[in-house]
Each structure stands twice: as C-alpha cells, then as structure tokens.
C-alpha cells in the first residue's frame, strides 16, 4: 500500500483514479461524502470543526502550506500523512494529494508542516475559491508482523496560501502574516480529530472539509 501511495503524492488524481486506487486499499483514505453539502465529514468524535475563512477571491494559488498540530498521539515512523485538496473549476472535483511527513514520526505536541505544491497539474490558473474541499488523512506504518496499526491525534489544522502566487514563504514555527491569507483553521480539546485505522466511536481515518464559499469561476 505504501507504494501505491508514495507514487500518488503531489500527482494530479482523477475521482475516478482515487476510487480506483482506494477499492484496492481498503478504502482507507477515501474522499468521504464528495457530493455532500458543506461542512466536516469524518467517523468517530470531533471537538470542533474547520472554520473556512473568506477568500481573498481572484487570488492565484501557487502552493500552500498545511499546518497540522499533533496531539496526545503521535504519528508514528513509517505512517504517511496526506493531505487532499479537491480543486473544481465548474468540471467537478479534481483531487490532488500530497504526502505531508513522508513517513517520518512527529511525537505528541509537535507541528507537522509541509508545502503543498499547485504546479504542473495540467489545471491552468488555480484561485483560491476553486478550492472545494480538503481531506487529510493516512496510511498506517506498520514496521514489522507484530506492530498494531498507528494511530494519531490531530488537535488543530491550519491551511494557510501566500498573498501573491510570486511568494513562496520558508516553512516556519511562527506564521508570517505579511506573506499569507489563511483558508482555514480548525482545532478541538482532547482532539480535533483522532485518527484511526477503521472507522469508530473515536475516530476514524480520514477527515474531510468543505468550503463553504467555493467558487467555480
Ligand atoms: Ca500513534
């Protein structure tokens, strides 16, 4: 499985490619309710919701910059975190993902941040009202016979695109606001999100977010 998705990383990816490649992984990471309305979609219990900020419309989108707050459960080596973006310019949901740790760990309490580039996807100019949706989710390491599935808690999430498609600010701790306008901001106590293996009351895995202010044109 990780190899079908570390090749998936920072590809352009057809819904019906992600249906493909999801049946033959379980469905681990499916896109879930892709027709539904706004709002948060996700199995188990979350203690908040994404918060889609106004976008700055006409603003060309480049890159972003996904910002993850791990919580009391760490993502474990070898578990690969994604990110998901659904761009639609009146054509339907195209998803691209991007592998955000490339299976390195991130213990309790520490900032997972990573660049998700929007070039070369054969999509023309992107503006940030295109965005219709955003998912992370993952795909559990499992380094020998003996492992348990990894699971791992997500407390906040920030997407965050610079102001100009000319910027392209250094990943940093503290968030240079003269660069950036924020997509959106999400958190919640004991966690946002908990992700888990298969679906339960807890969690589950994948999380996904609809923007209420997408925008085809
Ligand atoms: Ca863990």
């Known amino acids: 499985m990780t190899g079908i998705w570390s090749g998936l990383a ?3 990816i057809t ?6 490649v999801l049946a033959a992984t379980a469905a681990l990471v499916a896109p879930a309710g892709a027709s539904a309305a706004q709002g948060d979609a996700f199995c188990g219990t979350d203690y908040g919701q994404a918060g889609w900020s106004t976008p700055v419309e006409g603003t ?11 919580g009391s459960d760490d993502i474990r080596s070898q578990t690969n975190v994604y990110a998901w973006v659904a761009i639609n310019n009146g054509s ?13 760990a991130y213990p309790n309490g520490s900032l997972l941040q990573a660049k998700f580039p929007l070039t070369g ?4 100019l992107i503006t940030i009202e295109n965005i219709s949706k955003i998912e992370i989710s993952y795909i559990s390491g499992l380094p020998d016979a003996f492992s348990s599935w ?10 965050l695109y610079p102001k100009s498609p000319n910027l392209d600010p250094p990943l940093s701790t503290a968030i240079d606001w003269s660069q ?3 997509l959106l901001y999400g ?5 946002l999100h908990r992700f888990k293996f298969s679906c339960d009351s807890e969690g589950g895995p994948s999380w996904e977010t609809f923007n209420p202010f997408w925008n085809a044109i």
């Open 150 to 159: 990894d699971n791992w808690n997500m407390n906040a999430v920030r997407v």
């Open 10 to 12: 920072a590809r352009r």
């Open 187 to 191: 958190s919640g106590s004991p966690w």
């Open 180 to 182: 950036y306008d924020q």
């Open 15 to 20: 819904a019906p490619l992600v249906a493909t």
């Open 121 to 124: 996807t054969d999509l023309g």
């Open 60 to 70: 060309i989108i480049n890159e972003l910059t996904v910002r993850v707050l791990v």
């Open 92 to 104: 339907g949901d195209v998803w691209l993902a991007e592998n955000l740790n490339n299976g390195v």
